[in-house]
């Protein structure tokens, strides 16, 4: 039997182990490719990934489920910091304009790079909207609660990042 988020985060929050695990897989490929968007290293990726498990083990007892959307919201939450914390520690600035794909990447992915670059040039809302979406395979819904605004405001924000990322592959 499938288990709703909700059981299974007040399973977690008792200790466990099995629900926590159930959570890990539902959501490990998700915080892995939303965490790679930012950092572009599969090491990286990964590292971080597991520490912000180990960081949702610890934080479950104080969050107080309201939704699947605010466990998004908490779990992405941890993700964003430490995604800041890896970019401070590495003397890294935290904007994605300036940041580097790594080149063994780039040589294996060509497209998918172009896509990335082109992205980048985007505001940061409209990368944050665009990233959750399709890296972090969240719902609008899911998103704007990651990103503190109203779903309407995700949808805006998400058609203004198509429609601008489509003039800018037409023109490319």
């Known amino acids: 039997m499938n288990k709703t988020l909700v059981v299974l985060v007040a399973e977690a929050k008792r200790g466990e182990n099995e629900s926590f695990r159930e959570i890990f897989e539902q959501m490990h490929a998700r ?3 939303y965490t790679l968007s930012h950092v572009w290293k599969r090491d990286d990726a990964l590292d ?3 520490e912000v498990f180990i960081d949702l083990w610890k ?3 104080n969050f107080k489920y309201g939704s699947d ?3 998004y919201g908490f779990v992405f939450l941890i993700v964003k ?3 800041y914390r890896f970019h401070k520690k590495k003397h890294e600035t935290v904007s994605l304009d300036e940041q580097e794909i790594d080149p063994g990447f780039e040589e294996e992915h060509e497209d ?3 896509l990335i670059r082109q992205i980048e040039t985007l505001a940061t809302k409209y990368q944050d909207i665009l990233r959750l979406r399709y890296w972090g395979g969240m719902k609008l819904a899911e998103a704007a609660v990651v990103l503190g605004i109203n779903e309407a405001t995700a949808k805006v924000w998400h058609y ?3 429609a601008q990322l489509r003039l800018k592959i037409t023109d490319y």
């Open 31 to 33: 915080v892995f490719n």
């Open 48 to 50: 971080l990934t597991q």
């Open 59 to 61: 934080g479950l007892k």
């Open 69 to 71: 959307e605010e466990f």
């Open 81 to 83: 910091r430490k995604i």
């Open 112 to 114: 998918h790079a172009f």
């Open 160 to 162: 203004r990042a198509l």
